[in-house]
């Protein structure tokens, strides 16, 4: 499975950015996906996920009600809408993939992982 993350981009605090994985490998529909950022000197944080159905998301509360994660599964694509953002925000997201909700729910870990996308948010 391979994922490609694209998007990231310098941006003004209070703007907006849209993320994209593209999957190629595995269908989309049958993973979990999900956003998970690493900001310069700190730990990988999980971001955002979504279930295989599309039907459940779950944020986390650091981006809660500024962020949007959506999928395509015609595109095989999912996407990271990111609003109001803010210099917290800056960090390198990465999109991943998990056949098990637990995985990444539960655990904040992935079976399969993209390379980075840079977001830098100035103030």
């Known amino acids: 499975v391979q994922l490609q993350a694209s998007g990231g981009g310098l941006v003004q605090a209070g703007g907006s950015l849209r993320l994209s994985c593209a999957v190629a490998?595995?269908?989309?529909?049958?993973?979990?996906m999900g956003w998970f950022r690493q900001a310069l000197g700190k730990e990988r944080e999980f971001v955002a996920l979504?279930?295989?159905?599309?039907?459940?998301?779950y944020y986390a509360d650091s981006v809660k009600g500024r962020f949007t994660i959506s999928r395509d599964n015609a595109k095989n694509t999912v996407y990271l809408q990111m609003n109001s953002l803010n210099s917290e925000d800056t960090a390198d997201y990465y999109c991943?993939?998990?056949?098990?909700?637990?995985?990444?729910?539960?655990?904040?870990?992935?079976?399969?992982w993209g390379q980075g996308t840079l977001v830098t948010v100035s103030s």
């Open positions: 991943a993939a998990a056949a098990e909700f637990v995985t990444m729910y539960h655990r904040h870990e992935a079976d399969y």
């Open positions: 490998g595995r269908t989309v529909s049958r993973n979990v």
């Open positions: 979504i279930s295989s159905s599309g039907g459940s998301t």
